[in-house]
């Protein structure tokens, strides 16, 4: 079975305070994925990252980095976290090539 | 850009009974793929079913089917003989066929929350 985990279920933290989100993955995909899942909105595709070091922005990166130093382990980061960046955050996973994602439980991150 | 809407935020069915959940999308492209993702509360998101664009017939998993009419852009999923396992949130998700690194890229409609009524 797939397995893809995130750090925490559940994180407040204060704004401007620095946010690390972190994702591991045990399959060996070259492929993982940052979302924010909001209300109304789905989800949203923040970073993606196709390999080690490698990253792609996706349609909402403003106000958040990510890094990818190991294949299993994928970490968002908010550099200055900001009550706006209050949401759900799933991490996703998958092979190159391959078209199924595979997603982690989710962090609710609450910034107050 | 693609986009894809799903327009019921909400629905609800009978136990046993069947459901369509709509999702419509928008792109210029003529190959991509189509998805429905199940999110249970417990929050784990799952794939459900997909289809292809190149292909006419309707992608079929058990309880599962979709109706996909490409020339009107529609992708609805049908449940039949629903059960209480059913109700979660249902995300339409649309990915282009391009093999590149852009052609990973998933998007989200803004999902669908199934009741069923025991």
């Known amino acids: 079975d797939v397995k893809v985990t995130q750090s925490s279920r559940y994180l407040v933290k204060r704004t401007g305070e620095k946010v690390f989100l972190e994702c591991v993955q045990d399959m060996d995909h070259e492929n993982m994925f940052w979302y924010r899942q909001d209300p109304g909105l789905g989800l949203r595709l923040i970073y993606f990252s196709y390999d080690v070091k490698m990253k792609e922005k996706g349609d909402i990166p403003e106000g958040y980095s990510v890094s990818r130093e190991k294949k299993e382990r994928f970490s968002l980061i908010l550099e200055s976290a900001s009550t706006n960046q209050t949401s759900m955050y799933l991490c996703?996973?998958?092979?190159?090539?391959?078209?199924?994602?595979?997603f982690g439980p989710g962090t609710r991150l609450t910034v107050t | 850009a693609q986009t894809v809407t799903q327009s019921q935020p909400e629905m609800s069915v009978q136990e046993a009974e069947t459901v369509t959940l709509s999702c419509t999308y928008d792109t210029s492209e003529s190959d991509y793929y189509l998805f429905w993702y199940k999110q249970p509360p417990s929050r784990q998101m799952i794939l459900v079913i997909r289809q292809e664009a190149y292909k006419q017939q309707n992608a079929t998993e058990n309880r599962f089917s979709v109706n996909f009419q490409k020339a009107a852009k529609s992708f609805s999923l049908k449940i039949s003989d629903s059960q209480l396992g059913d109700a979660a949130m249902y995300f339409c998700?649309?990915?282009?066929?391009?093999?590149?690194?852009?052609?990973?890229?998933?998007?989200f409609g803004g999902g669908t929350r199934l009741m069923v009524k025991p």
């Open positions: 996703a996973s998958s092979f190159l090539g391959i078209l199924e994602q595979y």
């Open positions: 998700a649309y990915r282009s066929s391009w093999m590149n690194n852009a052609g990973n890229m998933l998007t």
